[in-house]
Each structure stands twice: as structure tokens, then as C-alpha cells.
């Protein structure tokens, strides 16, 4: 499973889950990655604010991955 974010610009982060393995609390690790690819790319970004679009897959609501959001100050749609 790829999980791919993207913004006006153009794709941010691709990340490849191997075969056979699901996406739990691992996803706060993911959006920690992303956060830095964001930082990486997007500099200009660390002052404005980030809006978050996700589904409500049981890995995007849990209490890791909420925590994770909130720490990294981005707000959710």
C-alpha cells in the first residue's frame, strides 16, 4: 500500500507499507516524516498554518495519530 500527501503544488511524501503489514500506531511515525518533508520542501511553510484532510480510517483517529496532529500543530478539516 502506497500512502501518498500531496498539496497545490504537487506530492510531498510517498510512503510504501510492506506486503502483509497494516497501518496501526505506526501512523504517527508516518506524519513525523512527513512533517519533516514538509520542512524540507515547503521552509516557508514552519510559520503558516497546516489544514489536514484524512478519512476516518481507525489508524487516522486514534489517540496516537490525534496526539501526533496536535503536537505538530496542524489543524484538521
Do not use: C
Not at 516524516?33 to 489508524?59: C, S, V
Not at 501526533?68 to 496542524?74: E, I, Y
Amino acid at each position: 500500500m502506497a500512502s501518498v500527501f500531496w498539496d497545490a503544488e504537487g506530492i510531498l511524501f510517498i510512503d510504501y507499507l510492506e506486503r502483509g503489514k497494516t497501518i496501526t500506531g505506526e501512523y504517527s511515525n508516518l506524519l513525523t516524516r512527513l512533517y519533516e518533508k514538509i520542512r524540507e520542501k515547503r521552509p516557508g511553510w514552519q510559520m503558516k498554518k497546516i489544514i489536514f484532510h484524512q478519512d476516518n480510517a481507525p489508524a487516522h483517529k486514534s489517540v496516537l495519530a490525534m496526539g501526533k496532529l496536535r503536537d505538530l500543530h496542524h489543524e484538521l478539516l
